[in-house]
């Protein structure tokens, strides 16, 4: 198993340039995630799918769109990046332990700077 | 709203020196409380899971614990290659969403 995948490792954009972030995962897992993770503030959910078809916002979604027509890919797409939005991303894909909780895989990350 | 505050936010110990990392959490009704290993400029490693009170897992120099307010990480003769940030995190019962602390930073000198 590849595990969680994410491409690219690093990206440079300039404001207002749109982009998509690639995330695949083979482990058939229900749920995927993405995170944003900065200096002082942890790791921050964005969006998140608990299957094929369904998404939901996360803590900081503005500015990001999710899809997911497949349940081995989530991609994440910037619409208009802003320096805010330089980051460390982070996408993430879990199964659930009936009746508990769930135990979730993280991906190697996309460094992002926006000029 | 969910509340997880770890401390230290930094930690330095001599190889073999014991010690235990602190996860303080505020949550309406705990599904799981994660902790996570993540090195520079990597993705966090899943370590555990803990779902209830009482409950301790181990693996290796690591042993989690949980209480109805907080998780304590213990490392128990640590080596250099323990370093790395840890990181705690709480899922609900109603909700799917994680939500994480700000982590420790462990360095182990040899």
């Known amino acids: 198993n590849a595990g969680v995948t994410q491409t690219p ?30 200096p002082g503030m942890g790791l921050r959910l964005i969006h998140y799918s608990v299957g094929a078809g369904i998404t939901d916002q996360g803590e900081v979604p503005n500015g990001y769109n999710v899809s997911r027509s497949t349940t081995e890919d989530f991609p994440l797409r910037l ?37 | 709203e969910d509340q997880v505050t770890q401390s230290p936010e930094a930690l330095r110990l001599q190889e073999g020196e014991s010690s235990s990392l602190n996860c303080s959490y505020t949550v309406s ?41 907080e998780s304590f990480l213990h490392i128990t003769a640590p080596k250099p290659e323990d370093s790395a940030t840890y990181l705690c995190a709480v899922q609900e019962k109603a909700g799917n969403m994680l939500t994480f602390g700000g982590g420790t930073r462990l360095m182990v000198k040899p």
Not at chain 1, 24 to 38: C, I, K, V
Not at chain 1, 82 to 102: D, E, H, I, L, R
Not at chain 2, 29 to 47: A, C, I, M, S, T
């Open chain 2, 29 to 69: 009704g705990l599904r799981g409380l994660f902790w996570y290993r993540q090195d520079p400029g990597k993705g966090p490693e899943f370590l555990f899971t803990l779902y209830s009170a009482g409950e301790e897992k181990e693996k290796e120099r690591l042993k989690a614990t949980l209480t109805k307010k």
């Open chain 1, 9 to 38: 490792k690093f990206q440079v954009l300039k404001t207002g340039q749109s982009m998509t972030l690639q995330c695949a995962q083979d482990m058939n897992h229900e749920y995927m995630s993405w995170y944003r993770q900065d």
């Open chain 1, 79 to 115: 619409l208009s990046a802003a320096p805010s939005q330089t980051s460390v991303y982070f996408c993430a894909s879990s199964y659930s332990v009936p009746g508990q909780g769930y135990e979730q895989y993280f991906g190697p990350g996309t460094r992002l700077t926006v000029t």
